[in-house]
């Protein structure tokens, strides 16, 4: 385990100093052992996601060169096992690479539910003020809306799907068609006429009693 290591190695590092050394590097071994604790987070947090898009059948590349990773904490290994304290540039040249895949994922993250909470958010703002309590869909809509700003994580990627469930619920009881969304659409621009009124759309209302929810102009 890397966090056994962590430990070990900072006390072999400490223990290999005198008491002046030990005072001045401490710092040093600080860093160290905080770097390496994230440089843990950051793989474990990546392996998570890659496993959630990969769960949900969505390609993710991050462009990780696996090898020159390797190596490179092969060198920083060597260097502690020695009883070396690497330089911050040495270790951090490491971090950014793991930093940037992290991003990268949450770039991944940030388009898929942009893709996939826009139609529910739509049609959830058309139908909300239809219903008679509007308090559930509003507060689908603004969860979603405020998805895509949080870091992905299991957790999100749990909640977007309940959340999108939810709403697709709430759209379902309605049994709308693309000829009653367009209606919806302007009753919630305020262009809905009278004339807009099909047989369909009447028998829409009637069957979702909803003919005395609407607020029609005459043209």
């Known amino acids: 385990?890397?966090?056994?290591?962590?430990?070990?190695?900072?006390?072999?590092i400490t223990n290999s100093l005198d008491l002046a050394e030990k005072k001045n590097n401490l710092n040093k071994v600080r860093n160290l052992s905080?770097?390496?604790?994230?440089?843990?987070q950051l793989q474990k947090d990546i392996s998570s996601l890659q496993k959630e898009f990969f769960n949900r059948d969505i390609t993710v590349s991050i462009d990780v060169n696996v090898k020159s990773f390797s190596f490179k904490m092969k060198q920083l290994s060597d260097l502690i096992e020695q009883g070396t304290i690497p330089t911050e540039r040495e270790y951090m040249d490491i971090k950014s690479g793991l930093v940037n895949s992290k991003n990268k994922l949450t770039s991944?993250?940030?388009?898929?539910v942009s893709e996939r909470t826009k139609p529910v958010i739509e049609l959830l703002t058309i139908v909300k003020d239809l219903l008679e309590n509007d308090n559930q869909p509003t507060f689908i809509i603004n969860k979603l809306n405020n998805l895509v700003l949080v870091q992905p994580s299991t957790r999100s990627f749990v909640e977007l799907e309940n959340l999108i469930s939810l709403g697709t619920e709430i759209l379902s009881y309605l049994h709308l068609n693309d000829t009653i969304i367009e209606?919806?659409?302007?009753?919630?621009?305020?262009?809905?006429t009278v004339s807009d009124l099909s047989p369909q759309?009447?028998?829409?209302?009637?069957e979702n009693d909803l003919k005395d929810a609407l607020k029609l102009r005459f043209s």
Do not use: H, P, R
């Not at 991944?108 to 898929?112: L, N, P, Q, S, T």
């Not at 919806?184 to 262009?191: A, E, R, S, T, Y």
């Open 201 to 206: 759309v009447l028998l829409w209302l009637k």
């Open 34 to 40: 905080k770097f390496l604790l994230e440089i843990y």
């Open 183 to 192: 209606f919806l659409q302007k009753v919630f621009d305020n262009k809905a």
């Open 1 to 12: 385990m890397l966090i056994t290591k962590i430990e070990n190695t900072v006390d072999v």
């Open 108 to 112: 991944y993250w940030k388009e898929m």
